[in-house]
T-cell receptor, first 114, second 115 residues
């Protein structure tokens, strides 16, 4: 019930292409969905987050699409760059942005070739 | 957002010994979290630590194995006790400074190898 399932496990994209990572959840009490980016030897850092009252949120080259009925959300990275090569985690949380713990997906290793 | 200093960054330890990992936050934060991350894997929450109260452990993690201290609003420690090779992992601390989209910050992690 608390799981967040993320796919694909790894992704290779050419520079300038679009990277798409998908997540699905079962717990309908989840109401806050952040995405994190992690570089080797570093802790995860917040990229972008969405709440279920909107279907899409865009910040620069990063867009979250959210489908509440399907209980799915995805991260789109437009014009992917080699510097975007990292591990990406989706996450979910109950209680909106109030105090509480995150449940993470399994992670996607993104490689962007020059 | 806050900055978290975590140390040590890595260590190699003998089985049966204990290691204490420290996290220092540069501002007062309400909640801190401790995670375990196998290389290339996701983050698994070990426990939530609030200042002035006992830590809350997730299923599969117990206080005797992973005692946590939270003496004030800027500091927390996680001890990995009586270590075995299965404890080899990356341990990360995180804080939640407040509510809102940018409330969580992570330390850089401690890479632990038990031999």
């Amino acid at each position: 019930q608390q799981q967040v399932k993320q796919s694909p496990q790894s992704l290779i994209v050419q520079k300038g292409g679009i990277s798409i990572i998908n997540c699905a959840y079962e717990n309908t009490a989840f109401d806050y969905f952040p995405w994190y980016q992690q570089f080797p030897g570093k802790g995860p850092a917040l990229l972008i987050a969405i709440r279920p009252d909107v279907s899409e949120k865009k910040e620069g080259r990063f867009t979250i699409s959210f489908n509440k009925s399907a209980k799915q959300f995805s991260l789109h990275i437009m014009d992917s760059q080699p510097g975007d090569s990292a591990t990406y985690f989706c996450a979910a949380k109950t209680g909106g942005t109030s105090y509480g713990k995150l449940t993470f997906g399994q992670g996607t290793i993104l490689t962007v070739h020059p | 957002s806050a900055v978290i200093s975590q140390k040590p960054s890595r260590d190699i330890c003998q089985r049966g010994t204990s290691l204490t990992i420290q996290c220092q936050v540069d501002s007062q934060v309400t909640m801190m979290f401790w995670y375990r991350q196998q290389p290339g894997q996701s983050l698994t929450l070990i426990a939530t630590a609030n200042q002035g109260s006992e830590a809350t452990y997730e299923s599969g993690f117990v206080i005797d194995k992973f005692p946590i201290s939270r003496p004030n609003l800027t500091f927390s420690t996680l001890t990995v006790s009586n270590m075995s090779p299965e404890d080899s992992s990356i341990y990360l601390c995180s804080d939640q400074e407040g509510t809102g989209d940018y409330g969580y910050t992570f330390g850089s992690g401690t890479r632990l190898t038990v031999v």
